[in-house]
C-alpha cells in the first residue's frame, strides 16, 4: 500500500497503517508528522521523506525505514523490530529502547540511547554511523550503542559528558583516542578481537542497508566504554 | 569500636510477670531488636535497632510489650531540636545524603483542618443516604463543551475515553519493588470489588495482575521500568509520571539490592542492577514535549485510554497544570508534598513543594478562569486521610483523590517511616519471601474493601447533610465550605469564605 503524505496529519497516516494489516507500506511526501508506526508489530514501513517525532515509539516488531531524515525520540521504548535511518535522526534517538535495533547512517542528536535497558534475550542495539551530540548514553543500564563517525574528521565521534550516569551496557566508539572529558565513573579499553567480533554482525548490517564499506570501517580503532558500577548510589544515602 | 552519639528513640518496655519467653517476638522482628537470653532465662532487646513498628507489640500473646518513646533529653533547646541533632551526627558518621520513607512529619499545616463543610438547616433540607439514592459515581476524563444531538434526536456520543468509578477514590501510584508482590495483590484485588482502580507506580506490572487490568491505572515514568505494548494495552488508563509530591524535582532509584526475581523480571532489567527513575523525562522541556509523549501513548493504544499526567505541587502549579491541559491529556493528577513515598531524601521531602490544599484550589481556579476545566478532570492526592478530606477536596474541585498512605496503614503500615530500610516487618514495603508472607492478600483486600465503603459512606452522609445528592454537586461547590483561623490571603488561595460569613 502506498500512503501520500503530503496531506494527511498523523493520525490518518497511523489509520492507514494500521488498516494495510500485514502488507508492507510505503509512505512518501512524508514531511514532519508525528507519532508514525508508534505501538507497531510486525509491519513493514518504508518512508520516503522527513517523519516527524516520536517515530516508532513503543515498536514492539517489524521494520521501519527512513530514506531521509528523522527527528527526536525514535524509537522511543521500542521493545523488539527494526528501524533504520538513511539519513540523520534526532535527539533522544533510542530513548530507553529496550529491545530491536536502531540503524542511523548519518549523525544523531543530543542524548541518543539515553536510558537504554536489557533484560534477558532482550538486548537493544543502536548503530550510528556518523556522530553523536553530547549525553550519548546517559543513564545507560543495557544494551550497545555503537558509534562509527564516518566521513568525519573528528578524531573522537561523539561530543561531551559521553556515559554519563551509565550503569549497564557497552559503548563501542570508533575513535582515535577517547572523549577528553572521559568520566571516572567509566571504564574503557581498545577493543580486543573478541570485542570486534560480538560487534561483526552488527557493522555487517549497517554496511549492508547503507552500502558503505567494512574495509574504511577498520581503518580505526574502536573503543569498549562500560561503568564501573551498577549501583553508583549505594554510597550516597544515609538512613535516617 | 567507634562510639555511637545517638541514644535510641524508643524504648521496649517488657512487663516481666507477663512475658512467658515464647520468643514470638524475636521471630517477628526483622530488625532483630530482641533476643532470648539463655543463661538468665529471660528477653532482651536492643532499642537502637526499633523502628516502633508495632509488630511485635500487636503479636504479643499476652500483651507484654509496648514501645514508648524514650524521655533521655539533650539540654532542652529551641532551635537545636533532638532530631536536628541526630541528623547531623548521622551524616558527621556517613557522608550520606539522609534518606526517609513516608510523608513528612514536620508540622507543617494542614488546611483540611482549617476548612468545615456546611449542612443543611431548615430550607434545602439534608438527605437521608439510607433512604434515599446518593451518586458516587464518577467519570474521570475529558467531558464535551457541548452536546450534540442526531437527525432522530438522540445524543451523538462524543465522549472521550475515561475511567468510571464507583466511589471517587483511587490507589495511588506505589510500585511493585516500593511495595510487596502482595501488597499489590490486595490493592488490584480491592480495586476491582470496589469499583475503582489502583496504580502499579513505575515498577512495571507483575503477570499474575494483569486480570485486574480493567481496574489498573498503569504509569510510565523517566525509567520506563517494565513499559511495553502489552502493558500500555492492559491498563484502563496511562499515568505520566512527571513528579511526586513527597520528592518534587528529583527520580527515584530503587537499589540493586532491591533488584531481584519477579522484580527484575516485572522492570524488565537485570538481577542486582539499580533501578534509576530520572528527575527528568530527557525528550520533555515543554508542554509541547509533554503533548508529544501524550499523542504517543494515544497513538499506540489507538486512543482507547485516558492519559493522566502527575505531577508534584509546586510554586507555580496552577500554570503548569494549565500547560498540561492543553496537552492533551485527560486528567490531571496533582500530589501535595505531604504526600507519602518509598524513600526520599529527608531534606527534599520535608521542604520542597507546597500542600495540596493550596494547589488544588489554585488549579481549580485557574482552569475555570481559562474556560478549559472541563477539557480535564483533576485527582488531587498528598495526604489525604480520612472521608472529610475527601468532601474538603472535591469541594475545592477536585473529581477525585488518590489515597497512599491510608491504604497501606489498611493493610497494616504503623507509619514506622522506614520502608527504605525494606524490613517491613508487615509484609508491606519489603521484598523479603518470609516478611511479604504475612500479608494475606486476600485479608489485606477485605480491610481496603473495608475502609473505602466506610469512607464512600461517611460521604454520602456529609453530602446528604448539605442536601446534595451526588458528587457531581460537590465537585467546585465552595460554597459548602468555610475557612477557620485562615488569613484574608489564604482564604482568598482557597477561594472559601470565612467561618460566620
Known sequence: ?240 | MPVSMIYPEFEIIRKEDRCIHCRLCERQCANEVHRFDKEHGRMLADEAKCVDCHRCVALCPTRALKIVKSDHTFRPNANWGEETIHDIYRQADSGGVLLAAMGTPKPYPVYWDKILVNASQVTNPPIDPLREPMETRTFLGKKPHQVHRGPDGRLKNELSPGLSLDTPILFSAMSYGSISLNAHKALAKAAEKLGICYNTGEGGLHEDLYQYGSNTIVQVASGRFGVHKQYLNTGAAIEIKMGQGAKPGIGGHLPGAKIAGDISKTRMIPQGADSISPAPHHDIYSIEDLRQLVYSLKEATGYQKPILVKVAAVHNIAAIASGIARSGADIIAIDGFRGGTGAAPARIRDNIGIPIELALAAVDQRLREEGIRGDVSIVAGGSIRESSDVVKAIALGADAVYIGTAALLALGCHLCRSCHAGKCNWGIATQQPDLVKRLDPEEGAGRLVNLVTAWTREIKEMMGGMGINSVEALRGNRMMLRGIGLSDRELSILGIKHAGE
Open chain 1, 1 to 240: 500500500m502506498v500512503i501520500q503524505a503530503e496531506l494527511l496529519d498523523f493520525q490518518a497516516i497511523n489509520e492507514a497503517i494500521r488498516s494495510a494489516g500485514n502488507s508492507p507500506v510505503e509512505i512518501h511526501g512524508c514531511c514532519g508528522q508525528r507519532y508514525i508506526g508508534d505501538g507497531l508489530a510486525d509491519q513493514q514501513v518504508e518512508i520516503f521523506g522527513t517523519p516527524g517525532n516520536a517515530l516508532g515509539a513503543y515498536l514492539n516488531g517489524g521494520t521501519i525505514l527512513v530514506h531521509g531524515n528523522a527527528q527526536d525520540a525514535v524509537g522511543d521504548t521500542m521493545n523488539e523490530g527494526l528501524i533504520c535511518i538513511d539519513g540523520l535522526s534526532g535527539d533522544a534517538t533510542g530513548y530507553s529502547m529496550r529491545g530491536g535495533s536502531i540503524f542511523v547512517h548519518g549523525n544523531v542528536g543530543y542524548r541518543a540511547g539515553i536510558h537504554m535497558k536489557e533484560y534477558g534475550e532482550q538486548k537493544p542495539l543502536l548503530v550510528v554511523g556518523g556522530t553523536a551530540g553530547s549525553f550519548l548514553g546517559e543513564y545507560q543500564s543495557g544494551g550497545t550503542i555503537l558509534v562509527l563517525g564516518l566521513h568525519s574528521k573528528d578524531p573522537v565521534p561523539v561530543n561531551n559528558f559521553c556515559g554519563m550516569g551509565m550503569y549497564g551496557g557497552r559503548i563501542y566508539l570508533r575513535a582515535e583516542h577517547l572523549p577528553s572529558d572521559f568520566s571516572s565513573r567509566l571504564t574503557s579499553r581498545p577493543a580486543e578481537e573478541a570485542d570486534l567480533k560480538e560487534i561483526q554482525p552488527a557493522l555487517e548490517q549497517f554496511c549492508r542497508l547503507f552500502g558503505e564499506s567494512m574495509e574504511e570501517i577498520r581503518k580505526k580503532p574502536f573503543y569498549v566504554i562500560t561503568p564501573n558500577s551498577s549501583s553508583p548510589y549505594q554510597q550516597l544515602y544515609a538512613a535516617k
